[in-house]
């Protein structure tokens, strides 16, 4: 009776701590997240979007930032400019996006919740690694990224595989490098026939938008592809991200940093981040060799690996990382849950917070906290459930 009275005890408290780290971290979500909207110079991205309609209705190039009249550049298919030229009025979307990216962002959240941990997935992926601030500050499109992301696993893990990768190379298109997730749909292919199949379907999805923006505006195709490889003088473009330290907290450039090599990472960085993304596959290879894990588990992994070695990263990159560590980390029991949350929400949001309103930006941690934290928790993630697979084969 003594030892029932004190599991249910010791239950009472791993709930209340639970729940309280979950409070803390959507009370400091919204702190910094109001400080942002305050502080910084708030949907400079979607201003760019906006303006690009604007400028491609109007017969103009978007591609030139001469044209736009701003600092920033348009990189997307031009298709999607003429989209923004009807969603911008029609939504009022620079007065309201963040409403807007809101609704997309628990749409794609809300395909995967659980009655039991609903309000776990709500903070991790709203909070965790002050991916979706940093989308609500900039305006930047991630949350509809994340949607395509979200339906096409969706598909994934129903088995219709074709549909599936066919959005996710929609998905991956508009940002070119998530491509590289690729790996993880094939490695549950074991035909050569079935692994051919889900890159047709996948480039399928990749060039449906490009092409649809060369049917439509044929002359501005040239210019897209001059903006994508930085061949366009004297304007921002994706290219020269690789090697900036704040713009890209990627794990290559992250230790680049550490080592104090920052002058070496124009010269070295695609070579190590090649070496590190190939690591990363060959990880994620001896995983699904295993055999010790689901699919599906084997899948959310992967992509949570993957995400770590990619070359590029931004500051709003990690939803589709928090929403596959959410999958694979849902059915543990609160305490570990909520240290969770301390590594993905908590201390990166003091990070955060440190690192643009404090004196202490020079430190690595406010730096590059996001994929540090990320690494931390991944390492207790797959540890823990090498211990409960463990627990379970005994």
């Not at 791993?14 to 949907?43: C, E, H, M, P």
């Not at 690996?305 to 694979?328: D, G, H, M």
Request: hydrophobic share 50%.
């Amino acid at each position: 009776m003594n030892q029932s009275h004190k599991i249910n005890y010791q239950n009472l408290l791993t709930d209340f701590f639970y729940f309280l780290v979950s409070i803390i971290a959507l009370f400091l979500f919204l702190f910094a997240l109001n400080l942002g909207l305050k502080n910084f110079q708030t949907s400079r991205d979607l201003e760019v979007f906006c303006q690009a309609g604007k400028v491609i209705a109007n017969g103009g190039n978007p591609y030139l930032t001469s044209e736009l009249g701003l600092e920033l550049s348009w990189n997307y298919p031009s298709a999607l400019a003429y989209g923004f030229y009807f969603v911008c009025p029609l939504f009022n979307l620079e007065q309201n996006y963040i409403w807007i990216y809101a609704i997309l962002f628990f749409v794609g959240t809300m395909l995967w919740l659980t009655r039991k941990d609903w309000l776990y997935g709500i903070i991790l992926c709203s909070t965790g690694l002050s991916t979706l601030g940093w989308t609500m500050i900039t305006g930047n499109v991630s949350t509809f990224e994340f949607l395509l992301f979200s339906i096409s696993i969706l598909l994934f893990f129903r088995k219709k595989i074709n549909a599936s990768v066919f959005l996710f190379g929609m998905f991956a298109s508009l940002k070119l490098i998530p491509i590289l997730y690729l790996p993880a749909f094939l490695f549950f292919q074991n035909s050569v026939k079935d692994k051919a199949k889900i890159i047709l379907w996948s480039l399928a999805g990749f060039i449906s938008l490009p092409l649809l923006s060369f049917i439509a505006s044929p002359h501005l195709f040239a210019w897209y592809l001059k903006q994508t490889f930085g061949l366009i003088p004297n304007q921002h473009n994706p290219l020269g991200e690789f090697t900036e330290l704040f713009l890209s907290p990627s794990l290559s450039i992250t230790l680049f940093s550490f080592l104090g090599l920052e002058s070496q990472l124009e010269k070295y960085n695609l070579i190590i981040s090649f070496v590190m993304y190939a690591l990363g596959i060959l990880l994620l290879y001896q995983i699904a060799k295993s055999q010790r894990w689901t699919e599906n588990e084997i899948f959310s992994l992967g992509i949570i690996i993957l995400t770590i070695t990619l070359p590029r990263l931004k500051p709003y990159s990690f939803l589709p990382a928090l929403l596959c560590f959410y999958l694979v980390s849902k059915g543990q029991n609160n305490l570990i849950k909520a240290i969770y949350l301390v590594l993905l929400s908590i201390l990166p949001i003091l990070s955060h917070l440190l690192f643009f309103y404090t004196e202490m930006s020079e430190s690595l941690i406010l730096t590059f906290h996001q994929i540090l934290f990320l690494i931390l928790a991944s390492f207790l993630l797959f540890f823990s459930l090498k211990k409960s697979l463990g627990t379970n084969t005994n």
